[in-house]
């Protein structure tokens, strides 16, 4: 139900006329919600820069939420929207926001100007809009919140999966967890790129964390091993326990001339013997 010409001229005046009840009984209605988690004054400031949204797109004889000159007020809700999703605002506390509009208008018109039917028509009518304002608003919460939770999942996915540098010309990258395509894809880039910023031969791949290996987690493994070799680097495969050597034969899983170790240790030392390098030993300190 679309507003009059006449309709939404009669709102906006009513919202100019009354501004400082409306925005009062609005912002009250909105705090009784937020159980403190907002200071008033900003609740006050919010709920003031809305009020002067709806009443200008009114006055520019909006129609329907998706006119053009409703541009202003869209962007001021989706603002709204996008700042309570990242506040960690439930969605119905964030649409509330725009639905207590109605109950401090109505109250005004109780007030003041009675409730006869054409009045009540006109209510009618502006309820409708600001129900369709309301609904925006969830709309554009709930696509920011699963921006949002997309973001967080990317910077765990990648805090999950760190390249280490053990020595010089040797890297390592622990996994931990279950490793499934789209970590595979992160461990490669970031493992390729650390070949590339420190020019190290030799990566360790550690799957002491991984509690079960199955071919899927293998063949991710293994186009692991080939893109680093293909970037001139050798990989060695540490954390081998007799669980998962079970595991790998009985799935008839070939690794080929891909070099294995039972611990992070002992491919570390299997990297130092082909480069030459000995590991210093910490010096005994000698009792007088």
Request: glycine fraction near 6%.
């Amino acid at each position: 139900m679309a507003l009059s010409s006449g309709e939404a001229s009669r709102f906006a005046d009513l919202l100019k006329q009354h501004e400082d009840a409306i925005v009062a009984s609005w912002t009250d209605a909105v705090a009784a919600q937020m159980s403190g988690r907002l200071s008033r004054a900003e609740l006050h400031r919010q709920t003031l820069e809305l009020q002067k949204g709806f009443q200008s797109a009114l006055a520019a004889d909006v129609r329907e939420l998706t006119d053009d000159a409703a541009a202003e007020l869209r962007a001021q809700l989706s603002e709204l929207s996008g700042n309570r999703a990242r506040q960690g605002f439930t969605a119905t506390e964030t649409a509330i926001s725009v639905f207590a509009l109605k109950e401090a208008a109505l109250g005004v018109i109780e007030a003041g100007e009675g409730t006869d039917a054409s009045i009540l028509r006109d209510y009618v009518a502006f309820s409708a809009f600001v129900d369709r304002a309301a609904l925006f608003t969830f709309d554009t919460y709930t696509r920011a919140r699963e921006e949002l939770i997309a973001d967080q999942a990317e910077q765990l996915l990648e805090l999950s999966t760190p390249v280490v540098k053990l020595w010089e010309g040797v890297v390592a990258v622990p996994l931990v967890g279950t490793l499934d395509s789209a970590r595979a894809q992160v461990v490669m880039e970031r493992l390729l790129q650390t070949l590339v910023d420190t020019g190290s031969p030799y990566a360790i791949i550690d799957i002491t964390g991984v509690p079960a290996v199955d071919t899927q987690v293998a063949q991710h493994i293994l186009k692991t091993v080939v893109a680093a070799r293909l970037m001139g680097a050798d990989c060695i495969i540490s954390g081998i326990r007799p669980q998962i050597a079970q595991t790998i034969v009985a799935l008839g899983i070939e690794f080929g001339d891909i070099a294995t170790k039972s611990s992070l240790a002992d491919a570390l030392r299997h990297v130092l013997r082909k480069t030459g390098d000995k590991v210093a030993q910490k010096p005994v300190r000698r009792e007088d």
